[in-house]
Nanobody
Framework: VQLQASGGGLVQAGGFLRLSCAAS????????MSWFRQAPGKAREFVAG????????IYTDSVKGRFTISGDDGNDTKYLQMNRLKPEDTAVYYC????????????????????WGQGTLVTVSS
């Protein structure tokens, strides 16, 4: 499995962006696909994740109500719609897949993910 992330850019506070994560290879519905981000000088942090099937979606508290994961099964692509962006959302965003998730949980630590896309930079100006 390989992942290709895209869609980052420069946006003003209050604006929106949609990130894409295109997957190639064999994808199973129980895989978990998550978005992480890493701001300069900070650790990589979990943003949002869901089963590839679209069930069991979770978000970190700071993005709840603003960010939404969605998917296009026909193209094996997942999206992260980011609305009402804030300067503190500035980071490199990564999509990742956990190929061996627990049956009923979505893991939020980067070490649980074994496939990563390249990052895409999101910059939110104030």
């Amino acid at each position: 499995v390989q992942l290709q992330a895209s869609g980052g850019g420069l946006v003003q506070a209050g604006g929106f962006l949609r990130l894409s994560c295109a997957a190639s290879g064999r994808i199973y519905s129980n895989f978990v696909m998550s978005w992480f981000r890493q701001a300069p000088g900070k650790a990589r942090e979990f943003v949002a994740g869901s089963r590839w099937s679209g069930s069991s979606t979770i978000y970190t508290d700071s993005v709840k109500g603003r960010f939404t994961i969605s998917g296009d099964d026909g193209n094996d692509t997942k999206y992260l719609q980011m609305n009402r962006l804030k300067p503190e959302d500035t980071a490199v965003y990564y999509c990742a897949i956990d190929r061996n998730p627990p049956p009923t949980a979505i893991m939020t630590r980067p070490r649980n993910y074994n496939v990563w896309g390249q990052g895409t930079l999101v910059t939110v100006s104030s």
